[in-house]
Nanobody
Framework: QVQLVESGGGLVQAGGSLRLSCVVS????????MGWYRQAPGKQRELVASITISGSTNYADSVKGRFTISRDSAKNTVYLQMNSLKPEAAAIYSC?????????WGQGTQVTVSS
């Protein structure tokens, strides 16, 4: 079992920045991928960014060049640095990881972007 706890969401003006954090606890053996998804009201959940255990990253086209996913193994934490935020980025952001064939999710953190 693993547990994921996100933090760092909030209200920011368009063009501003936020950094989301996801602290992971539990048994780590078998974790292959970690990432961030978001879901806005009335829209489907979408992958924002992911990072493999080897450090390879993947981003949604809409955030490339503005968002950066990273991890700090010593702190068991995955980060999502979000720069140049646009109003359409407003959503609930959820941390996610895959351990073997099982997906784990955090409860999510709200990001609101004012125009």
């Amino acid at each position: 079992q693993v547990q994921l706890v996100e933090s760092g969401g909030g209200l920011v003006q368009a063009g501003g920045s936020l950094r989301l954090s996801c602290v992971v606890s539990g048994r780590f053996f078998g974790i292959t991928t970690m990432g961030w998804y978001r879901q806005a009201p009335g829209k489907q959940r979408e992958l924002v960014a992911s990072i493999t255990i080897s450090g390879s990253t993947n981003y949604a086209d809409s955030v490339k060049g503005r968002f950066t996913i990273s991890r700090d193994s010593a702190k068991n934490t995955v980060y999502l640095q979000m720069n140049s935020l646009k109003p359409e980025a407003a959503a609930i952001y959820s941390c996610h990881l895959r351990k073997w064939a099982t997906l784990y999710w955090g409860q999510g953190t709200q990001v609101t972007v004012s125009s």
